[in-house]
């Protein structure tokens, strides 16, 4: 059996795709075709009780379409990276007289290993491997050169369904494979019972990609030339499959939690390469009991506050309203109402305010969050400094807070003074032992105020920035194409790499500033995040890695 598997290309589906060789067996059949070997497609092959998947594309082409982004210096450490793994696959196969350009490349398409709930109580779950065959006649050409491989026994079983099981493996082996071909797919696994789930997947029973939760997941999750893909479709039988291991092994989930756990549905993690990077999206279905808490749109007025060659930045809305649900939410699993306990003492004895009462409750508005970058005074070894921003309607008990800080500030032997910067009131904190602002805050209107650290970053923010983060080119190429209405979280990696390398430390640092390095930062323009509740039971999360085009 080792040597029926020595020449089978490494990965997901490392163990499998041996059984790949008797595909064209199949064919010889003469199995009507089907289009389609997308994720979706295979997912309809998966019975519908599996729940978990991880798919990858095994197309190249797929992934050579980050080809077109990155620098000269990028672009050669792609090429030079995906030639070493051709040429490390091809000396692993040159010892069975193949080659993955050759006798793989031209007919494997996406792979998905599915796994699904084990027949007998106790033991171990069955998987099963669908592969998407993009080329048959390169199939058939690659079974022609295999079949003549000794140690390959291969055995055909009888039909089921209208459809050849064939088994391989030698005659006392205890692991044999099984596979079918079902139209332009391959289905493999250990186990005949399972090939056979997939045969009736194939043919109309429940699967992964037609019923309910799961076909959702899916659909739901479809990205513009996906790579790769990871769903969770029972996160329940995720819970029991931890609570079977060795206790030494399986992580303690407190009951409450574990609860928890077992109302949300599915979580589905995909990748793509489309034409502004890499992006990530997850899709997560629950129980709508789970969370009280509805979605409001958040406006991003407050982006509009921040330059336009901000460092990072992030924003959201009404925690006074979030607040109490989360605390809620949690507060029958002892760890985080331990945990909120926490927080609320800790603000108390360094504030000396009311978590609750003198700071959540005015945050009823809009929040916003930047490092903006500065060398000025204080700010010069660092390079940049944060701003803090709020809308609230409720302006009098905001002013009331920071009057009791004040206080609190002056009895710490903190400077307390006024200047004003353009049209703004402001008040700054001074610390003597550094003898300069540290803490500015004002009210650039009636419900609008700011929070900074760093005196420039205060001279920023008070005289109202000509160029907007909002107007920025890079921070709309970034977020452009992410949901809409529900606060961004965002760098900006030319400005990052710009202070970055202008730290002694790293400028200095033979490990981390090589050309390698610097061809990879260089390539990204920025990074965006966004949330979404689509409804009362889906939350969707989007990342983008956005990339510089090729020069």
Same mark, same amino acid.
């Given at each position: 059996?080792?040597?029926?598997?020595?020449?089978?290309?490494?990965?997901?589906?490392?163990?499998?795709?041996?059984?790949?060789?008797?595909?064209?067996?199949?064919?010889?059949?003469?199995?009507?075709?089907?289009?389609?070997?997308?994720?979706?497609?295979?997912?309809?092959?998966?019975?519908?009780?599996?729940?978990?998947?991880?798919?990858?594309?095994?197309?190249?082409?797929?992934?050579?379409?980050?080809?077109?982004?990155?620098?000269?210096?990028?672009?050669?450490?792609?090429?030079?990276?995906?030639?070493?793994?051709?040429?490390?696959?091809?000396?692993?196969?040159?010892?069975?007289?193949?080659?993955?350009?050759?006798?793989?490349?031209?007919? *494997?398409?996406?792979?998905?290993?599915?796994?699904?709930?084990?027949?007998?109580?106790?033991?171990?779950?069955?998987?099963?491997?669908?592969?998407?065959?993009?080329?048959?006649?390169?199939?058939?050409?690659?079974?022609?050169?295999?079949?003549?491989?000794?140690?390959?026994? &291969?055995?055909?079983?009888?039909?089921?369904?209208?459809?050849?099981?064939?088994?391989?493996?030698?005659?006392?082996?205890?692991?044999?494979?099984?596979?079918?071909?079902?139209?332009?797919?391959?289905?493999?696994? +250990?186990?005949?019972?399972?090939?056979?789930?997939?045969?009736?997947?194939?043919?109309?029973?429940?699967?992964?990609?037609?019923?309910?939760?799961?076909?959702?997941?899916?659909?739901?999750?479809?990205?513009?030339?996906?790579?790769?893909?990871?769903?969770?479709?029972?996160?329940?039988?995720?819970?029991?499959?931890?609570?079977?291991?060795?206790?030494?092994?399986?992580?303690?989930?407190?009951?409450? *939690?574990?609860?928890?756990?077992?109302?949300?549905?599915?979580?589905?993690?995909?990748?793509?390469?489309?034409?502004?990077?890499?992006?990530?999206?997850?899709?997560?279905?629950?129980?709508?009991?789970?969370?009280?808490?509805?979605?409001?749109?958040?406006?991003?007025?407050?982006?509009?506050?921040?330059?336009?060659?901000?460092?990072?930045?992030?924003?959201?809305?009404?925690?006074?309203?979030?607040?109490?649900?989360?605390?809620?939410?949690?507060?029958?699993?002892?760890?985080?109402?331990?945990?909120? +306990?926490?927080?609320?003492?800790?603000?108390?004895?360094?504030?000396?305010?009311? *978590?609750?009462?003198?700071? &959540?409750?005015?945050?009823?508005?809009?929040?916003?969050?930047?490092?903006?970058?500065?060398?000025?005074?204080?700010?010069?070894?660092?390079?940049?400094?944060?701003?803090?921003?709020?809308?609230?309607?409720?302006?009098?008990?905001?002013?009331?807070?920071?009057?009791? *800080?004040?206080?609190?500030?002056?009895?710490?032997?903190?400077? &307390?003074?006024?200047?004003?910067?353009?049209?703004?009131?402001?008040?700054?904190?001074?610390?003597?032992?550094?003898?300069?602002?540290?803490?500015?805050?004002?009210?650039?209107? +009636?419900?609008?105020?700011?929070?900074?650290?760093?005196?420039?970053?205060?001279?920023?923010?008070?005289?109202?920035?000509?160029?907007?983060?909002?107007?920025?080119?890079?921070?709309?190429?970034?977020?452009?194409?992410?949901?809409?209405?529900?606060?961004?979280?965002?760098?900006?990696?030319?400005?990052?790499?710009?202070?970055?390398?202008?730290?002694?430390?790293?400028?200095?640092?033979?490990?981390?500033?090589?050309?390698?390095?610097?061809?990879?930062?260089?390539?990204?323009?920025?990074?965006?995040?966004?949330?979404?509740?689509?409804?009362?039971?889906?939350?969707?999360?989007?990342?983008?890695?956005?990339?510089?085009?090729?020069?």
């Amino acid at each position: 059996m080792a040597k029926k598997w020595k020449y089978i290309i490494p990965g997901l589906i490392a163990g499998v795709l041996g059984l790949g060789g008797v595909a064209a067996y199949l064919y010889l059949k003469v199995i009507p075709a089907q289009q389609g070997t997308s994720t979706l497609a295979i997912a309809k092959i998966v019975p519908d009780e599996a729940w978990m998947t991880a798919s990858i594309n095994l197309d190249f082409e797929a992934w050579q379409k980050l080809e077109q982004f990155g620098t000269s210096e990028a672009q050669k450490l792609y090429k030079e990276g995906l030639d070493t793994l051709i040429k490390e696959l091809d000396q692993e196969l040159a010892e069975d007289n193949l080659s993955y350009s050759k006798d793989f490349k031209p007919w *494997l398409g996406n792979a998905m290993m599915a796994f699904l709930p084990e027949e007998k109580s106790g033991g171990t779950p069955e998987f099963l491997v669908v592969i998407g065959i993009k080329d048959k006649l390169a199939a058939l050409d690659f079974y022609n050169k295999v079949k003549k491989e000794d140690s390959l026994n &291969i055995q055909e079983t009888k039909k089921y369904k209208g459809v050849e099981i064939v088994k391989i493996g030698a005659e006392k082996s205890d692991n044999p494979g099984y596979v079918a071909i079902l139209e332009n797919h391959l289905a493999a696994s +250990d186990q005949v019972t399972t090939v056979k789930k997939a045969i009736d997947a194939s043919q109309g029973a429940p699967s992964l990609g037609t019923t309910g939760v799961s076909a959702k997941a899916f659909q739901s999750l479809e990205l513009e030339n996906s790579v790769a893909q990871f769903h969770i479709l029972d996160y329940a039988e995720i819970i029991d499959q931890l609570d079977i291991l060795d206790e030494a092994d399986a992580p303690e989930i407190p009951p409450e *939690l574990e609860e928890r756990f077992k109302q949300v549905k599915s979580v589905s993690v995909g990748m793509g390469i489309d034409n502004q990077g890499i992006r990530f999206r997850s899709v997560t279905q629950f129980d709508p009991k789970l969370w009280k808490g509805q979605f409001d749109p958040i406006p991003g007025k407050i982006i509009s506050r921040f330059p336009a060659n901000t460092l990072l930045s992030a924003n959201g809305g009404n925690i006074k309203k979030q607040w109490p649900l989360y605390v809620d939410h949690f507060s029958n699993i002892p760890e985080f109402a331990s945990a909120i +306990d926490a927080i609320r003492i800790y603000v108390r004895q360094t504030t000396r305010l009311d *978590l609750d009462r003198d700071i &959540i409750s005015w945050m009823d508005g809009e929040v916003g969050f930047a490092l903006i970058p500065s060398k000025e005074g204080i700010l010069e070894p660092v390079g940049f400094g944060g701003a803090l921003v709020f809308d609230t309607s409720d302006r009098k008990k905001a002013t009331a807070t920071f009057a009791k *800080l004040d206080t609190f500030a002056k009895q710490n032997n903190i400077k &307390i003074s006024n200047s004003k910067i353009g049209d703004v009131k402001v008040t700054h904190w001074q610390v003597p032992p550094l003898g300069q602002n540290v803490i500015g805050r004002g009210w650039l209107d +009636d419900n609008t105020m700011f929070v900074t650290v760093g005196q420039p970053i205060a001279q920023v923010m008070a005289n109202r920035p000509k160029k907007t983060l909002d107007k920025s080119d890079i921070f709309q190429s970034v977020t452009q194409s992410l949901p809409q209405d529900s606060g961004y979280f965002y760098v900006n990696m030319e400005e990052v790499n710009q202070l970055l390398f202008s730290y002694p430390d790293v400028a200095n640092n033979s490990e981390f500033n090589t050309p390698e390095v610097k061809a990879i930062l260089n390539s990204i323009r920025g990074i965006g995040m966004a949330n979404a509740q689509t409804d009362s039971s889906t939350l969707t999360s989007e990342f983008l890695l956005a990339l510089k085009s090729k020069k």
